[in-house]
């Protein structure tokens, strides 16, 4: 049983509705370039990395689930829209999104899928100026912006 089990990662939702604990190392850390992980992060690319389908467990609430292909699912929370999950239906196996890792850092992914629909702007992001987000904000906003996301903690 899951509860019995200390678990080597946790993650959830931005709001917190649909929490989740992994109870062994995530594995082939990557990240994706297809169209429909664009779409279905709204970004240029999505980051995964999965465990056997018993190593993972829905904690609080259920993700929803839409079926991109007949052979995935992908899970999201129904009530903020994160991007949580990946599965191929025919493997024994489920990936989280590495943003929604409570520890994000912990993964480094190791590959990049589906390359031939690598988004132009992708390969200068690292190139672009940066701003600190005080430098980015106005100073009256900041108190405003304080933030009503649930913590990276259950
Ligand atoms: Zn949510
Ligand atoms: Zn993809």
Known sequence: MAADR????????QCGAVRYALYSEP?????CHCRMCQKAFGNYFAPFAGVPMADLAWTRG???IFHSSELVERGFCRDCGTPLSF???NRDRISVSIGSLDEP???RPDIQHSIESRLPAFLELHTLPGQTTK???PAEWLPKLASRQHPDHD
Do not use: H, Q
């Open 27 to 31: 594995t082939e850390p990557s990240i």
């Open 135 to 137: 430098e980015s904000i």
């Open 62 to 64: 259920k993700p929803g």
């Open 6 to 13: 200390t678990p080597v990662m946790t993650g959830g939702c």
């Open 105 to 107: 850092a912990r993964i």
């Open 87 to 89: 599965r191929y239906v």
